[in-house]
């Protein structure tokens, strides 16, 4: 009678699982890459590797990351989304495996009711625990409250937290949108509280507006003005600008002095027989954290074959202290051939121009 009851219970539970839409997804991402400018040759060689597999069924998915490398398996990580009732929830665990140990679990829940949103959000790793717990509600139609309150080592204090955040969201007379915030720490408690506006107009000058950050602390107040510039578009051109502001400047002690607007970079792009081409110089040299100032990219998209796609990117950067004719600096490839829809293959390749072939890499792209 108890074996009969039992196996009842097993029927209904995988019936009732089996009224839920299932699906099983991932996707398996290889590259092995070849550095021929490595002395050490096994250090010339690096595989990466990462399989990505969801299991879905009805409002949850659960998710299971493992990435690999040329030392062999180095990170898992597991995650879970979903609805439980109203509830909102997504948890992510994470293990480092070499060190057989582990790395960070957090968990973060949402609610939305009748126009009230309540959050949390757990994080627990190596430094320790920490809890977040947020609400927001509209006061009207026109005024947003919210509270941030952060749970964890507060030092000193009879109530363990570390800091509260209030902020207030309001239109100052009918014109001026607000918000507003001030923040209490355990370990001080009042720090701060700033009122910031955006989007103030200028007469005659339709292409900027002004921003303001009114910041006061127990005994300072500080103010800071921010230009915007929207010259409208341009065809196929764009426009990169700086302003230069009136330097050590404490207001309200001095004016805002907009001393000059520079043009500090210019890009042009078009579309050519399906061909993309875009050029990009920046005259502060900012391209790659500041390693280049110039460059050439081209982008092909086109059908491969058995009903693929097939993708070309071919990018040239530029430097200014090099020997190389036009000072070419890097040149780098990648191609891609969707040989199914299911299946993808990958090539890339870099030059360094002054330090010779520096990369070459061949992978492949499965998904399910």
Same mark, same amino acid.
């Given at each position: 009678?108890?074996?009969?009851?039992?196996?009842?219970?097993?029927?209904?539970?995988?019936?009732?699982?089996?009224?839920?839409?299932?699906?099983?997804?991932?996707?398996?991402?290889?590259?092995?890459c070849?550095?021929?400018?490595?002395?050490?040759?096994?250090?010339?060689?690096?595989?990466?590797?990462?399989?990505?597999?969801?299991?879905?069924?009805?409002?949850?998915?659960? $998710?299971?990351?493992?990435? /690999?490398?040329?030392?062999?398996?180095?990170?898992?990580?597991?995650?879970?989304?979903?609805?439980f009732?109203?509830?909102t929830?997504?948890?992510?665990?994470?293990?480092?495996?070499?060190?057989?140990?582990?790395?960070?679990?957090?968990?973060?829940?949402?609610?939305?009711?009748?126009?009230?949103?309540?959050?949390?959000?757990?994080?627990?790793?190596?430094a320790?625990?920490?809890?977040?717990?947020?609400?927001?509600?509209?006061?009207?139609?026109?005024?947003?409250?919210?509270?941030?309150l952060?749970?964890?080592?507060?030092?000193?204090?009879?109530?363990?937290?570390?800091?509260?955040?209030?902020?207030?969201?309001?239109?100052f007379?009918?014109?001026?949108?607000?918000?507003?915030?001030?923040?209490?720490?355990?370990?001080?408690?009042?720090?701060?509280?700033?009122?910031?506006?955006?989007?103030?107009?200028?007469?005659?000058?339709?292409?900027?507006?002004?921003?303001?950050?009114?910041?006061?602390?127990?005994?300072?107040?500080e103010?800071?003005?921010?230009?915007?510039?929207?010259?409208?578009?341009?065809?196929?051109?764009? /426009? #990169? #600008?700086?302003?230069?502001?009136?330097?050590?400047a $404490?207001?309200?002690?001095?004016?805002?002095?907009?001393?000059?607007?520079?043009?500090?970079?210019?890009?042009?792009?078009?579309?050519?027989?399906?061909?993309? #081409?875009?050029?990009?110089?920046?005259?502060?040299?900012?391209?790659?954290d500041?390693?280049?100032?110039?460059?050439?990219?081209?982008?092909?998209?086109?059908?491969?074959?058995?009903?693929?796609?097939?993708?070309?990117? /071919?990018?040239?950067?530029?430097?200014?202290?090099?020997?190389?004719?036009?000072?070419?600096?890097?040149?780098?490839?990648?191609?891609k051939?969707?040989?199914?829809?299911?299946?993808?293959?990958?090539?890339?390749?870099?030059?360094?121009?002054?330090?010779?072939?520096?990369?070459?890499?061949?992978?492949?792209?499965v998904?399910?």
């Open positions: 009678m108890k074996r009969a009851l039992v196996l009842s219970l097993i029927c209904v539970v995988g019936l009732a699982f089996a009224g839920f839409a299932q699906t099983l997804t991932g996707s398996w991402d290889t590259e092995v070849l550095d021929p400018q490595t002395d050490n040759w096994p250090g010339a060689i690096t595989l990466d590797s990462t399989l990505i597999v969801t299991y879905a069924i009805g409002d949850w998915a659960f $998710t299971t990351t493992t990435v /690999l490398d040329n030392t062999g398996w180095v990170d898992q990580d597991f995650s879970v989304t979903g609805l009732g109203l509830i929830v997504s948890s992510a665990l994470g293990f480092t495996v070499p060190a057989g140990g582990f790395d960070s679990w957090t968990t973060t829940l949402g609610l939305n009711m009748a126009g009230v949103s309540f959050g949390a959000v757990f994080a627990l790793d190596g320790g625990s920490s809890l977040v717990l947020t609400g927001s509600a509209g006061i009207g139609s026109d005024v947003v409250g919210s509270v941030e952060e749970l964890g080592d507060g030092v000193g204090c009879d109530f363990d937290f570390v800091g509260i955040t209030i902020g207030l969201d309001f239109l007379c009918d014109c001026a949108p607000i918000a507003s915030e001030i923040y209490f720490s355990c370990l001080n408690g009042f720090e701060y509280v700033e009122f910031a506006t955006s989007g103030i107009a200028i007469p005659n000058l339709p292409w900027v507006t002004i921003g303001a950050l009114l910041h006061f602390e127990l005994q300072t107040k103010i800071t003005i921010t230009p915007t510039f929207d010259f409208g578009a341009i065809v196929c051109f764009d /426009l #990169f #600008f700086e302003v230069a502001e009136d330097a050590g $404490t207001y309200p002690l001095a004016i805002l002095d907009l001393d000059v607007i520079s043009i500090v970079g210019i890009g042009i792009g078009c579309t050519i027989g399906g061909v993309d #081409f875009y050029a990009l110089s920046m005259f502060d040299g900012s391209i790659r500041g390693a280049y100032w110039e460059q050439y990219s081209i982008d092909v998209g086109a059908d491969a074959c058995c009903g693929g796609v097939f993708e070309f990117g /071919l990018d040239m950067f530029f430097d200014n202290a090099g020997a190389t004719l036009f000072e070419v600096a890097l040149i780098e490839v990648d191609m051939v969707n040989l199914t829809s299911q299946f993808a293959f990958t090539m890339a390749l870099d030059v360094d121009v002054d330090g010779g072939f520096t990369n070459w890499c061949l992978g492949f792209e998904t399910w």
